[in-house]
């Protein structure tokens, strides 16, 4: 029987998870079908509950569903916990577990596809939401020198600050206009950013050939990316490898198997696509 799989959000209709996990079905010759579920907004529970009973093998969750994800789940990895949000849905004997791998996602995309050092750097990320959250502790894992997390709301930044920051690695947190500091690798989670404008910074923030990376994707360079270009940034990114890493690492879950990332990746961003 077709293995069942889906992605729940809302909206959910851009997703580009089910062409990803096609294309590892197809790598990997397992027979499936992955689909893409609008839960409604105060329906989240009763659409993941209906997916599991009628033999629904795993899902992934979006936006804006992952608290309520993490707060159904009756057993989380520990990087869920950290997270406070989950991404990867799977049942095993009548229990919902969860897990996040959009941390996990983000780093084997800077660190191993694009080969960008995290270690001893210099880190400011843009933004103190769900994003954010999700992707810290992984990020800390790979020992930057120090962390800044800026965001327009500067109790958020400081409450992510003072959870995820401990004696190794000091995380500060400070409103967006008040960033200082000259910043190796640049992560932006904000997500005025998808179709708004930048927010104001103070320039300078960019080390010259700094990395920048955007956890957004699009079919154009997101503002971020253009005022990444703009402040002299070395390489630029956007998030369309953590996606499809976070995805292989849902993939291995369900699954037990890896797929290859890098033929999927090149397909997704090939022009005739
Ligand atoms: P996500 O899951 O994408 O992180 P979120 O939890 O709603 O979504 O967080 C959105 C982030 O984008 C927050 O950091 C938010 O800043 P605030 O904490 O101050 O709300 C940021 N953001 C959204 N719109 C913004 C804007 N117009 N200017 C600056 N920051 C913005």
């Not at 791998?101 to 990320?125: E, F, M, S």
């Not at 947190?173 to 104001?200: K, T, W, Y």
């Not at 291995?252 to 696509?273: C, D, F």
Request: a neutral charge; glycine letters at 12%; hydrophobic letters at 40%.
């Amino acid at each position: 029987m077709t293995d069942r799989y889906a992605v729940f959000g809302n909206p959910v209709r851009h997703s580009r998870s089910p062409d990803i996990h096609h294309a590892f079905a197809a790598q990997t010759g397992d027979d499936l079908v992955y689909e893409r579920i609008e839960a409604p907004l105060d329906g989240f529970a009763e659409a993941v509950a209906g997916f599991f009973d009628s033999g629904g093998r795993g899902a992934n969750v979006t936006v804006p569903f992952k608290e309520q994800a993490f707060a159904l789940c009756d057993r989380l990895t520990e990087r869920a916990r950290q997270a406070g949000a989950v991404n990867t849905l799977w049942r095993e004997q009548g229990e919902l577990h969860g897990d996040n791998t959009d941390g996990p996602g983000l780093v084997a995309d800077l660190r191993d596809n694009l080969g960008w050092p995290l270690a001893g750097q210099r880190l400011l990320i843009l933004g103190a939401g769900g994003a954010v959250r999700g992707v810290l502790g992984p990020l800390l894992a790979e020992r930057p020198a120090d962390v800044v997390i800026g965001n327009r709301t500067l109790d958020k930044a400081r409450a992510l600050a003072e959870r995820f920051g401990g004696a190794a690695i000091a995380v500060r947190g400070c409103a967006l206009e008040q960033v200082q500091g000259r910043f190796d690798v640049v992560i932006n989670a904000v997500s005025a950013g998808l179709h708004g404008e930048m927010p104001a910074l103070p320039p300078g923030l960019i080390a010259p050939g700094a990395h920048a990376y955007d956890m957004v994707y699009g079919a154009q360079a997101t503002p971020f990316m253009i005022w990444a270009r703009q402040q002299g940034a070395g390489e630029i990114r956007d998030g369309l490898g953590m996606l499809v890493e976070q995805a292989a690492q849902a993939y291995r879950i369900w699954r037990g198997r890896r797929p290859h990332t890098g033929p999927v990746l090149s397909a997704l961003r090939s022009p005739s696509r």
